[in-house]
């Protein structure tokens, strides 16, 4: 189902931001799971990290016959990398997938590898329906570190081709919602969003992370290539 703790993060992301310069702007470590009272949320919940992220002969069998929302077909692993298509914990059936057009969704995968226990504890991405296609990415925006949760999707430009463009509320980087390369800004930062956009325009514009989601005997799933 839809994550509702990324939104909540959202709503404070402002202070977050500013609370230290210096910790704000650092990239996001990813733990296996979070730590709670003598236990981990995957050992309540019965499951191993194996469970989540499939071994190489696992991965290659659960990719066989995955099906590309929309019809598309799943793009191809980059080179040096393996395709590893494991299920979405937070989507029981395809059925559960956001539905609302032009609206970002977060949705929990539980995968170890997107899990931070700071600001992503369910391994949340981003979900995106435009114009009948299913666009995933991360939920936080590379450049300002914000939860997506707010975040404009746009109609698509020259820049683009046939991708709608997402566009981060705090900060207005803006991006291709399919490849993640970052394109001309759109629309104004507020205030703080501002300051943000000064202090990183600097440094080396990131992409946004994008993702792969399938279907395949009725489950989704997403490809997180090792």
Not at 59 to 65: E, F, I, L, R
Not at 118 to 147: E, I, L
Not at 178 to 195: M, P
Request: with cysteine; charged share 20%; net charge positive.
């Amino acid at each position: 189902m839809p994550s509702t703790k990324l939104t909540a993060v959202a709503a404070l992301a402002g202070s977050v931001a500013f609370a230290s310069q210096g910790a704000a702007f650092l990239p996001a470590r990813h733990s296996s799971s979070v730590y709670r009272g003598g236990q981990t949320d995957l050992q309540a919940k019965g499951r191993r990290s194996k469970d989540l992220v499939s071994t190489s002969n696992a991965s290659s069998q659960a990719g066989k016959g995955v099906q590309g929302l929309g019809g598309d077909v799943p793009t191809p692993a980059a080179a040096g990398k393996t395709a590893n298509w494991v299920p979405v914990a937070g989507l029981k059936s395809m059925k559960e997938l956001p539905q609302e057009e032009n609206k970002v969704k977060f949705v929990d995968t539980q995968a170890t590898t997107l899990i931070d226990g700071a600001v992503n504890p369910t391994g949340a991405v981003s979900v995106v329906s435009f114009k009948g296609k299913t666009y995933c990415f991360a939920s936080s925006c590379p450049s300002c570190k914000v939860p997506l949760a707010k975040a404009k999707v746009l109609d698509p430009t020259e820049e683009t081709g046939p991708d709608p463009r997402v566009c981060c509320d705090f900060c207005s980087a803006t991006f291709n919602s399919r490849t993640g390369d970052r394109v001309e800004d759109a629309g104004g930062a507020g205030f703080l969003g501002g300051i943000v956009k000064g202090l990183m325009s600097k440094q080396e514009k990131q992409p946004l992370e994008t993702y792969d989601l399938g279907e395949k005997n009725g489950k989704v799933l997403i490809n997180l290539p090792y």
